[in-house]
């Protein structure tokens, strides 16, 4: 696999073959590709733990990170783009809009590099990248994508530590294609081993592919780490 193979495609290897076509299509966003990804659709159910996790989720809001609303058919959309950062790495967006109420937006960003030294990707959660996230990545029989987070870092200035698990969360992920409606179906959950769920949500989405666009600022972060 090479750079020019992008991000999901060089942390599969063989196999991304055995994606659904069109998860292959979405997945294989990347700078040599030529195209995005934007989804739009609703959120089934956005949902989050007991109400003492609503302080630790209104934190991460602040960096776009979970947010403590919860709800059920809450339009949302999902902008994937690829791009060459400030270190030359290529890096795709997951940039995620939902309206969770009149009046109130809310985003939960991140972006996704390919780390030759740790041989999977890393994801960076929120607008400045403070937290870097090892990503184990699947494929299931029935060619859906399946995504747990690993070791999870915190990067500030000089200060850099390996973030405890028993203090945050660890994320399960499965993205699926739906042949019979044509809509991508995704599914998260962000659950503590002591305290279980924090955050999740289930939605449905269709996509447009925009050819020869580079990520827009807007979905970009505003401050790039070199560690990962």
């Known amino acids: 696999?090479?750079?020019?193979?992008?991000?999901?495609?060089?942390?599969?290897?063989?196999?991304?073959?055995?994606?659904?076509?069109?998860?292959?299509?979405?997945?294989?966003?990347?700078?040599?590709?030529?195209?995005?990804?934007?989804?739009?659709?609703?959120?089934?159910?956005?949902?989050?733990?007991?109400?003492?996790?609503?302080?630790?989720?209104?934190?991460?809001?602040?960096?776009?990170?979970?947010?403590?609303e919860k709800g059920r058919g809450i339009p949302f959309r999902i902008d994937n783009h690829a791009y060459v950062d400030g270190f030359g790495r290529e890096t795709v967006t997951f940039a995620r809009t939902m309206n969770v109420r009149p009046g109130r937006r809310r985003r939960f960003d991140a972006t996704m590099i390919y780390s030759e030294a740790r041989g999977r990707v890393v994801d960076y959660l929120g607008t400045h990248q403070h937290l870097a996230v090892e990503l184990e990545l699947s494929v299931t029989d029935d060619g859906a994508l399946r995504l747990v987070s690993g070791a999870q870092r915190f990067y500030e200035g000089p200060i850099a530590f390996r973030f405890p698990l028993m203090f945050s969360g660890r994320a399960f992920l499965t993205e699926r294609f739906d042949d019979e409606r044509g809509l991508f179906v995704i599914d998260l959950e962000v659950r503590n081993r002591v305290v279980g769920l924090l955050?999740?949500?289930?939605?449905?989405?269709?996509?447009?592919?925009?050819?020869?666009?580079?990520?827009?600022?807007?979905?970009?972060?505003?401050?790039?780490?070199?560690?990962?």
């Open 199 to 228: 955050f999740g949500y289930r939605g449905e989405f269709t996509c447009e592919f925009p050819e020869g666009q580079d990520a827009p600022e807007t979905a970009k972060p505003y401050r790039e780490e070199l560690r990962d």
């Open 1 to 68: 696999m090479t750079a020019a193979e992008g991000v999901f495609v060089r942390a599969l290897g063989a196999d991304f073959a055995r994606l659904h076509p069109q998860l292959q299509r979405r997945f294989g966003v990347g700078v040599a590709a030529g195209y995005g990804c934007v989804g739009r659709g609703v959120m089934t159910e956005v949902r989050r733990g007991p109400w003492w996790t609503v302080p630790f989720l209104a934190l991460g809001s602040a960096r776009n990170i979970m947010f403590p």
